[in-house]
Every structure is written in C-alpha cells, then in structure tokens.
C-alpha cells in the first residue's frame, strides 16, 4: 500500500501535533492519574504531573480543533468528494468539534460522551468508504474502518456492563467482555495494517517496524503485569497504573500482559508512524491519529483524533500531480492552437 503524497505546508504542523498528542496521551491519561496514592511524599510530584498533562491537553485540543476546522474548509473544496462523505462526516465532525470546545469548560454528560462517540465513528466510517476505492488512500481507509469499528465494539462493551449492573444480568456482562475482545482484535488489526504501509511493500522494512513496536510492547506487557503482585518494586508498580488507566474497560478475555502489551503497542505505533521526519506523509499522520485514539470516542482528545484522521484522510484523494505539465511529446489543445513561432 505506498503512497507518495506528502504534507503540504500550512500554519498547523499536523505530524508536530500528532507527536505532542501521543505525548499527551501518556502523560495526560496515563502517567497523571497513576501517580496519586503511588508512594508517601510524592504530593509535589503529583501537582506536577496534573499540570503538565492539564497544559500538554489544552494545547494539543486547541490544535486539534484548529487543524479540524482547516481541513473541513480544505475538504469542502475538494472536487472528488463524494456527496456522502459530505453529507455524514463534516455534520458529524462539527459536532465532535463542539463538544470538544464545551468540554473545556465542565465535564461532558454521559449521553453527550455517546453522542460524541457516534458522530465520530460515523465520521471515521464515512472517510474510510470513501478512502477504499483509492489505491493511494486504502491503507487510510482500512485503519480508520478497523479505529471506527474497534470504537463502536468498545462503546457497545461499555453499555452492556451499565445494562448488567443495572439489571443484574450476568449474561449482558459475558457479552460485554465477548465484544471487548472483539474490539482489541481491531484494534491489532488497525496496528497491523499501519506496520504493513510503514514498511512501503518491503518485507524487511516491515519486519524491522513490527519488531520496533512488538518487542518493546511484550515486554512492558510481562513487566507491568505483576504490579500489581506483593512485594512488587515501584517503577512496576507505576507502568502497570499507567497501563491500566490507557486500558479501556472492559477488558477482554485475554491475559493482563498481553493486554498490557496491545495498549503499548499501538502507542509505539503511533509514535512510529511520525518517528522521521523525511519520510512524513499525510496517510502516516492519519495512521497515527487512528491508532492513538485507543478505541475511546466518548473521551474527548481521542474522539477529536478520530476526526483529523477522517478530515485529513480524503484530501490525498486528489493526485499530488494535479499541476504538473504534461510531458514534453504531448502538447494541450490551447498549445495546438498557438501559431507557430519564429525561429
């Protein structure tokens, strides 16, 4: 799945803020939350890391909605569009796009967080159809059908536990972890498919970027899965608190350090697919937004994600090479109408 479009220069730095969210997705839903009750003497620390994941938030949110409202404006000029897309995922990212902005100021109710979640699968389901019928815009697609999807079964897991605890119901909570599991195998697919356009169609490429991101991820995943246990040291103890709040509940039925070890990988795929900068193009800042959204949609950061990808996603549709001049041997018809010039 290559693709040779890249970045076109704007006032928003798409891969830089692709960078900072990743950041900020560790520190700010991770690493914060994890710290307090951690150790005695720490409440310098925990004061600490509560403002630089409240400022790392706000700057990456102020970024992202910026970035959104650019390229719903770039994409409503888009030619090729479909009438679809236009219809479904520009009203379903202006509304993600509000809420976001609302969320500044009080936390969200909990039925806004599922509208919020819907409008933005639809979004991301409405930029994957129209990303699939490109041969330069599949790998995009495919992620983003796998990130809308995994979002959906996550969303779905969520309200078959409030069913099962509201009525007692153990067959709504059996359900709930089968769809939890359902969502974490999107989820690997959606990593695999970014590993695969990483490596550009070469095997050894692709081999080294899944061992960049897979090696590292087992073995944070065996390390924080007994962090929990007796007598466990406290940097385990904290990465097993990061991971756990990175983690989305339900869990599925798997074990806790491979669980551990999905949720850090797509992280360190996010952060590999704008590792380096030559290299940068638009469809790997749509693969990163994909994956660091993390099957969260009703949260606000990750449901904004959703939505760059799904923005930033149709605009490779139009060819890079729109403006280029035709090859010397072949001359426009208002080139053939010229008269002939003097020599």
Known sequence: MPSTDREAPSGISLPLLTRVAVLATLIGRGVAPAIPGLAVGIAPFIVLSGRIAAFLSQIVAAGGVAAAVRLAGNALRLP????????????????VVALVIAAWAHPLEPELCRMMAL????ASLSA?????????TRASGLVLAC?????????????????????LDSGSLHWAVAVATVATLLDLAALGFALTYFGQGERRKSAIGAA??????????FFAAHGTAPGAGLTRVLVERVLAQLSRAPAAALPVALRFAITSALLLGAALCVSKPAELRKTNVVLALSLLSLGAPDMPLPALWLVVASLLAPEQIEPATT???????ERT??????????S
Do not use: C, K, M, Q
């Open 212 to 221: 960049i991101v897979l090696v590292p991820a087992l073995a944070i995943g």
């Open 128 to 136: 994957a159809v129209a990303s699939f019928r490109n041969l330069v």
């Open 147 to 167: 990130a809308s999807a995994s979002g959906l079964s996550h969303l779905l897991a969520r309200e078959l536990v409030s069913r099962a605890a509201e009525r």
């Open 333 to 342: 018809e208002e080139e053939r109408s010229l008269p002939p010039t003097a």
């Open 119 to 122: 409008a933005a699968i639809l």
């Open 323 to 329: 403006n280029a001049r035709p090859p010397a041997n």
């Open 80 to 95: 090729r569009l479909d009438l679809g897309y236009r219809l479904v995922a520009l009203p379903a990212s202006a509304i």
